[in-house]
């Protein structure tokens, strides 16, 4: 089938691809930054949820996430 595609069509298949392999890269680069920063400190916040049960949990966890933004970016600098 591959002998069958014209030298275009080669072409394009061939950019296709190269997009795809780009937009993993990129995937794969934002999933290292949120693993390294944002997941640390909501699975702390989680843990600390299930035992306090406020009666606001989402609000209680924006405010959890912000007070300690500072760990994340101390693990992104100790990780580096």
């Not at 591959?2 to 691809?17: A, I, M």
């Not at 890269?25 to 306090?52: G, H, K, N």
């Not at 989402?58 to 405010?63: I, N, P």
């Amino acid at each position: 089938m591959e002998e069958l595609l014209t030298k275009q069509q080669r072409g394009t298949k061939e950019y296709l691809l190269e997009v795809r392999n780009a937009r993993v890269s990129l995937l794969a680069c934002r999933f290292t930054i949120v693993s390294q920063t944002v997941s640390p400190v909501i699975v702390e916040a989680m843990a600390v949820l299930a035992v306090e049960r406020p009666q606001n949990p989402v609000a209680w966890l924006a405010s959890f996430a912000l007070a300690h933004s500072e760990l994340a970016e101390e693990l992104v600098i100790v990780r580096k």
